[in-house]
């Protein structure tokens, strides 16, 4: 199975000041049709998770700008350029190339200072 | 506006059986895989099952193999996710998710003597 892996596991920031959220797989995410298929969710208190980003760098519908990810191979990148209160709550990382099964990164609780 | 309704949770004994559903409207659900996914209290998430478009393939993480089964109905736009010889560490919130990209409310199965 791919392991993913986040860091840090918790990030306190500022409002305003921008975060970012690494999370690496134990193999390459490239699928043999070239595309890679990392995802990412967050996860408000008390709300189901909702995708933010697809294929590594794709932002879902309605999702703000200030949201991007990047990445490559095994690396992959969600930062936030600015940090607002509603984005307090919990991102995971998940890969959709070497399934079953699919697999999340641990989470990263993003939480304001 | 697309959604998924889930319904079927509930406290259930050790050993027991329980049959989550999952209502799909707004979207063409046969067209899409389905994945159920599942948080455990206070953890991360954690894929369960899924079950290709048009029914004919299904796939189970370790952990569930040989208890669980994953149906749906396209005519009637629902999910299925028959659940057999629960344990505790079954216990969690539960997701029916539409390829990923939208989620349902969540359902809480709680197994416990």
């Known amino acids: 199975d791919v392991v993913m892996t986040q860091s840090p596991l918790s990030l306190p920031v500022t409002l305003g000041q921008p975060a970012s959220i690494s999370c690496r797989s134990s193999q390459s995410l490239v699928h043999s049709d070239g595309n890679t298929y990392l995802n990412w969710f967050q996860q408000r208190p008390g709300q189901s998770p909702r995708r933010l980003i697809y294929?590594?760098?794709n932002r879902d519908s309605g999702v703000p700008d200030r949201f991007s990810g990047s990445g490559s191979g095994t690396n992959f990148t969600l930062k936030i350029s600015r940090v607002e209160a509603e984005d307090v709550g919990v991102y995971y990382c998940?890969?959709?190339?070497?399934?079953?099964?699919?697999?999340f990164g641990q989470g990263t609780e993003v939480e304001i200072k | 506006e697309v959604q998924l309704v889930q319904s079927g949770g509930g406290l259930v004994q050790p050993g027991g059986s329980l049959r989550l559903s999952c209502g799909a409207s707004?979207?063409?659900?046969?067209?899409?895989?389905m994945h159920w996914v599942r948080q455990g209290p206070g953890k991360g998430l954690v894929w369960v099952s899924n079950i290709q478009s048009d029914g004919s393939t299904t796939s189970y993480a370790d952990s569930v193999q040989g208890r669980f089964t994953i149906s749906r109905d396209n005519a009637k736009n629902t999910l299925y996710l028959q659940m057999n010889s629960l344990r505790a560490e079954d216990t969690a919130v539960y997701y029916c998710l539409w390829s990923f990209g939208v989620w349902g409310q969540g359902t809480l199965v709680t197994v416990s003597s």
């Open positions: 707004g979207l063409t659900f046969s067209n899409q895989w």
């Open positions: 998940m890969q959709g190339t070497h399934w079953p099964p699919w697999t």
């Open positions: 294929k590594v760098s």
